[in-house]
């Protein structure tokens, strides 16, 4: 209940709340192998970057076969300016989660944001083609297009997750760093407003 609490917290951006709940949930359970991943998505929500490196660090150490600790502990660098050393976490978490969309995503970002956008482009390549056959979120799409800088393309996509209903835009879009290059654009307030998110 406190652990589940306490992500409701930090996504409504009351990570102090939130914080509070998780060491509850640790003091009733210390053994329990999600907390450090619990904290760190706080951290994710609040985007304290810096946290999630701490976090994350020993949540690696904990459990170095969990592909959430190590992609969001690629999280903690890219969002720390270390876009370098989260690369490789990256990588791992899209290994260990045998290509799950959210670490390839990521990748996809930090490749761009490193001047590897043939990398990017060729991610994006291969989920057109998937898309044949297979469901590939939209909103992930569209986080590889704002990478890139194609902010048409990326709206586009957006407004298919927004139409079909995405899970992914109300438990991303106002955290997302992956979204940074698109909030200042009128487009994107305007899909805030219309997700009525918490206050």
């Known amino acids: 209940m406190h652990w589940q609490l ?20 640790q003091e ?3 053994r329990r192998p999600d907390l450090l991943s619990g904290q760190a998505l706080i951290d994710y929500h609040a985007r304290n970057y810096k946290a999630m490196v701490e976090v994350g660090r020993q949540d690696v150490a904990s ?7 190590h992609f969001l502990l690629g999280v903690g660098y890219e969002g720390s300016g270390r876009t370098l050393d989260a690369i490789p976490e990256y990588q791992k978490a899209v290994e260990l989660s045998e290509g799950d969309q959210d670490p390839v995503a990521g990748l996809a970002h930090a490749y761009a944001a490193t001047g590897r956008k043939g990398e990017a482009k060729k991610i994006l390549r291969e989920w057109q083609h998937q898309s044949e056959s297979n469901y590939i979120s939209p909103y992930m799409i569209a986080t590889v297009y704002a990478s890139l800088g194609e902010k048409d393309k990326a ?12 899970s992914d835009l109300p438990y991303f879009l106002k955290a997302d760093l992956r979204m940074d290059s698109l909030r200042s654009d009128p487009r994107f307030q305007d899909l805030l407003r219309h997700m009525n998110f918490p206050k």
């Open 28 to 30: 009733l359970d210390p």
């Open 155 to 166: 709206f586009e996509y957006l407004e298919k997750a927004y139409q079909e209903r995405s």
């Open 6 to 25: 306490a992500f409701y917290l930090g996504w409504s951006g009351r990570s102090a709340e939130a914080l509070t709940e998780n060491s509850k949930a």
């Open 63 to 69: 459990d170095a076969n969990s592909w959430t600790s």
